[in-house]
Every structure is written in C-alpha cells, then in structure tokens.
C-alpha cells in the first residue's frame, strides 16, 4: 500500500517536461541572438576606414568567413556534449574550420615575412567586450542541457563566443598584419577557451534545471 501511495503522490505531482531542442537549433538560436549584437558592438567600436576595400579580398572574407564557421560549429558541439549518448566526434566539429582559419592567416604571415609584428595588446579587451553577450548567451543554452562534460563543454562555447567576437573586431580593428592577428587575436580567442575549460565545472554547477534531449 505504502508504494502504490507514493507511486500516486509522484504522478499527482509529476511536472511536465519540456524536451531540449536539438544542438543545431539551440547553435542558431544562439547565432540569431549573438551575430547582430557582435556587429553593432563593433560599429560602436568603429568600423575601419578600408572594410570595402578589405570586403573586397577573397583572403580576408575567407578569414572571416572561418571564423564564423569556427565559431558556429563550436556552439553546436558544445550543445551536444550536454546530450547523453552524442558521438564524440561531433565534439570535433569546429576542428575543420579553425585548421582553415588558422592556415590562411599561417599563409599570410609567411607571405608577408619581415613584416613588423606589431604589440596589440587591445585585443585582450576588445575580444571580452565583443564576446561577453555571446558568452552569456551561450551559458544560457548550454545549461539547459545535461552536464555531463562540463569543462568540454563550455570551452566549446567560450571558443563559439570569442571566434565570433574577433570576426567582428576584425571589422573594427585596421591592425590587420597577419602575424599580428595570428599571435594577439588567435591566441586571445585560444586563452579564452582555455579559461572556459578551466571554469567549466563551477559555471554549469549554477545552470538551471536540465530537459530531456530530443530523441
């Protein structure tokens, strides 16, 4: 009797749950969200006095092109690591697009050897103001998922937010030598993934109530 009571008094009280979109539909959400505030903080940045001219270069709209497509898949998988049962491999998702995007600057640099490498410490900043709304939203997202690899997970997202943030600084910023961008924007967007990583656990520690991934 006692269990067939409470058996009752869980479905009395049984709340309904909503079931968690897919990782591709959480990833456009977020971009949907994050792209048109990364281009408006820019342009409150200021947007370089050569951006036709530079829209112009195939070199540069592939550049920006792989950030984008970095930062986009880099949000997808980090929607699936917080699904039970996701393939690992989709976790490598953004590897393709950073290879290109870090190859083509690496082309770049060696084209232009001996060329200053200039001291651009402003991306530090630039990079954490373009990138916190992204950020904060891609916390949102990923919290309604499962925590199941958390430190994964959200370096996935921090390295989403801040791909995305220097595709717009780079729409801002006219510092724009290849070596420069490798060494100051590439490694600030890698040390902010990094952070991501090492915080991981206390950030999706304080996400809210997890739903049930679509199946």
């Known amino acids: 009797m006692e269990t067939e009571r409470l058996i009752a008094r869980l479905a009395r009280n049984a709340r309904p749950v909503r079931r968690l979109a897919p990782p591709c539909c959480r ?127 959200v370096a996935l997202g921090t390295l989403a937010a801040a791909a995305l943030a220097d595709a717009g600084l780079r729409l801002a910023h006219a510092e724009d030598g290849a070596a420069t961008v490798l060494v100051w924007q590439i490694g600030v967007v890698a040390l902010y993934a990094g952070m991501g990583a090492l915080l991981g656990h206390r950030l999706m520690r304080r996400g809210g109530r997890a739903r049930l991934p679509v199946s």
């Open 27 to 153: 990833a456009e959400t977020w971009l949907l969200v994050a792209l048109p505030a990364v281009l408006m903080l820019a342009a409150v940045l200021g947007l370089r006095q050569d951006l036709a001219a530079k829209l112009a270069e195939p070199r540069f709209i592939l550049q920006e092109v792989a950030a984008l497509a970095t930062a986009v898949s880099s949000m997808v998988a980090a929607c699936c690591a917080t699904v039970p049962g996701e393939p690992k491999r989709r976790l490598w998702a953004p590897a393709l697009p950073a290879a290109v995007w870090v190859a083509s600057l690496a082309e770049q640099a060696v084209a232009e050897w001996g060329a200053d490498l200039a001291a651009d410490p402003v991306c530090i900043p630039a990079i954490a103001f373009l990138g916190t709304l992204p950020a904060v939203i891609m916390l949102a997202i990923v919290r309604q998922g499962v925590s199941w690899r958390p430190r994964v997970t």
